[in-house]
């Protein structure tokens, strides 16, 4: 029988500190803490009493690393945003309505008042935001427009009359749509609409609208309407919002980017109003963070029940006809869950890097503009191929686990059901790869925020001659292992830590050089039949951004890994994740004589390989993830201790 208990493998240990990261005290101390929101499988509850037990999880939090980190050290935190985030990621872990409740509230309402507003918004919101006595929303989507926000409809009118803001809803598409916290708990909106002065629209800005007074009831003019019962997330409280001259102090404007004087008049340290827009949604990156990063661990989790499934479930017999087979020694079961579980170790690292950057940001040891546009493109990447990732994943992992992962009690129907929306919100997994793309063909150059983001793509492709590779993890390492790697066209290219990096960027650098000629050659003068076509080129040099960037930060983690086995097991899931990523694409290397027919078949050959070599790893592999067992309570694993 195998012990469906974790372990304390010294090789699971060694790979965990590399996993774990910067902020693995604050991993640490959520796994010690009796009290994490841990995902009860087959909860059954009502609406009103679901949603009432998640605001009592998340109101625990409070004190808790992710709410302090959230906090600037003059309002008593810690001003520690990788910490925070971590956190959150943790909670990927647990009750996913837990986590997109806190996430609503201490990284989207609360990140909008520390990133757009000033001190005195500071003093006055962020410690209740913290501490949950001012529980907020964060409102932006509008029924007609999602993902295109810079055309939403909401507008915030001043009045220089009274010298007041006038926030209205002026149609049914400027209902503000899915807004978590509107539907029962949220007293203060973060409501972004366009932003009107004496007669001037100035563009999207952000302005503080209580919806609730302390007994609850909808404020004067703001009408709340539920979303009602959803695929997933039932403990999250998604409401509509509707706005009818709803008249705010001039102050509840968020103005570290747009402000209204005393005698009316309006300034911004930006000028434009296209680069102000971006710059304003630009410091709203870690929600977008937060979302991946909560995927990443839901798809681990997934990943942790299958293979701990795997290794004890039987079925059939070999041919001596006196042991049955554990399922996970089948090939094919093999393939269907190590490739993705060596993609999930790069996605996590790729994470772990992304929080590094976002949080130097944060902290002002970066401040360049370039630097914050490279955040914001490589998070819009990685959200996009982590939430993918996550969909793919959980639903594979319930294939593995047969008719148990059907069960309510073994988690998976909540796993699918919850994360299915992470595609969706925090931007739209394909809008999302879009501005990578953008990224890509623009450098970054702070520019460029002057266009839209076709504008911007079609302008930026006319400035493409030669791609030059921007590698933001590991830039010496990285280079050094390219320089002494093989051919891109050697038998052995594929088996060279070098030699792979080399290929990846290869592809990237190949997609990019070839879109920009495809833009450049197009006609200009229907600029969007000329974007539209070529879309897709633009979706796939994106993916091959973030696998090539995934790569690097893998390589970067196990460079700065201690020698011994859990490292030697690391270099491993890497190439696990390197060649099935090749296999996954091989039709384009070989439409691109990138690889031979033969090369094409050895690198299938050596997927099998692998998955045969890490079989024997797989349990240390996922106990790596460092998830407690009481996380991952379900009536499927209790079974499997009585086989």
Known sequence: ???????????????????????????????????????????????????????????????????????????????????????????????????????????LFGGAIANLGTQPHHEQYLRPMADLTLPGCFAMTETGHGSDVQSILTTATHDPETDELVVHSPSPAARKDYIGGAARDGRLAAVFAQLVVAGENHGVHCV????????????????????????????VDNGRLMFDHVRVPRANLLNKYGDIDDDGHYSSPIESVNRRFFTMLGTLVR??????????????????????????????????????????????????????????????????????????????????????????????????????????????????????GYMTANRFTDLKADTDVFTTFEGDNTVLLQLTGKGMLTNHAADFNELDTRGAILFGARQVTTSVIERTIGGSLIQRLISGAPGRDGDDALNDRGGQLAFFEDRESH??????????????????????????????????????????AFVTAIDEAPQGPGRDLLE????????????????????????????SKGVVSRVNELCAELRPEARTLVDAFGIPDAWLTTEMMADLATF
Not at 335 to 362: C, F, H, T, W
Not at 516 to 537: I, K, P, W
Not at 586 to 592: G, N, P, Q, V
Request: aromatic share 4%; glycine share 10%.
């Open 572 to 599: 491993k899931v890497c190439d696990l994740f390197v060649l099935s990523t090749v296999e996954t694409n091989r039709a384009w290397f070989l439409e691109h004589g990138r690889l031979s027919s033969r090369q």
């Open 511 to 552: 997609l990019l050089e070839t879109l920009a000629t495809r833009l450049r050659t197009a006609d200009e003068a229907d600029s969007f039949a000329t974007f539209n076509g070529a879309q897709d080129h633009l979706l796939e040099a994106a993916r091959a951004r973030i696998d090539r960037v995934t790569l690097e």
């Open 287 to 404: 929600g977008r963070v937060t979302v991946g990063a909560g995927a990443g661990a839901a798809a681990r989790s997934a990943l942790t029940l299958a293979v701990r499934y795997g290794l004890a479930r039987t079925q059939f017999s070999y041919p001596d006809g006196e042991h049955e087979v554990v399922i996970l020694d089948y090939l094919g079961h093999q393939r269907k869950l190590l490739p993705r579980l060596a993609r999930s170790y790069g996605l996590a690292l790729a994470q772990n890097a992304l929080v590094e950057k976002m949080a130097a940001i944060d902290a002002g040891e970066v401040t360049s503009e370039d630097a914050q546009r490279e955040l914001e493109a490589r998070a819009a990447g990685i959200k996009a191929i982590t939430t993918e990732h996550a969909t793919d994943t959980i639903q594979a992992c319930r294939e593995a686990c047969g008719g148990a």
């Open 1 to 107: 029988m195998v012990s469906t208990e974790q372990t304390k493998d010294p090789v699971a240990e060694q790979i965990r500190s590399v996993l774990d990261g910067r902020w693995a005290d604050a991993r640490q101390r959520l796994r010690a803490d009796e009290t994490f929101p841990a995902a009860v499988p087959g909860r059954e509850l009502g609406l009103e009493e679901h949603r009432a037990a998640t605001l009592e999880a998340v109101r625990a939090l409070a004190g808790t690393d992710l709410a302090n980190g959230a906090l600037p050290l003059a309002q008593g935190g810690t001003g520690d945003l990788g910490a925070s985030v971590t956190g959150l990621e943790m909670l990927g872990h647990g009750d996913l309505s837990v986590l997109i409740k806190a996430g609503v509230q201490f990284g």
């Open 208 to 235: 503080l609208v209580p919806i609730r007074d302390d007994a609850g009831q909808a404020m004067p003019g703001v009408t709340i309407s539920d979303c009602g019962p959803k695929m997933g997330l039932r403990g």
